[in-house]
């Protein structure tokens, strides 16, 4: 089965379902789109970049390099 007749079939059988199971169905597809999400992000250059610059920030602060934003405030 192809990945558009299996999102057909799924469609079909989420509007087929009773209002009182729904509930259930979108957090079951919840779940499962945050188990593969979480996979793939950790993958994903831009989330790789994002936390290599968290972690030179952090560097930064320990070795008192940063500069209070109370005296940029006051200087700007």
Do not use: H
Request: net charge positive.
């Amino acid at each position: 089965m192809s990945t558009v007749e299996l999102r057909r079939k799924i469609k079909r059988q989420v509007d087929g379902l009773p209002s009182g199971r729904l509930r259930s169905a979108a957090d079951f597809i919840d779940y499962l789109g945050k188990k593969n999400g979480a996979a793939s992000s950790e993958k994903d250059p831009r989330i790789i970049r994002m936390r290599r610059r968290i972690r030179q920030a952090e560097a930064a602060e320990a070795a008192g390099k940063l500069i209070p934003w109370e005296k940029l405030k006051r200087k700007y």
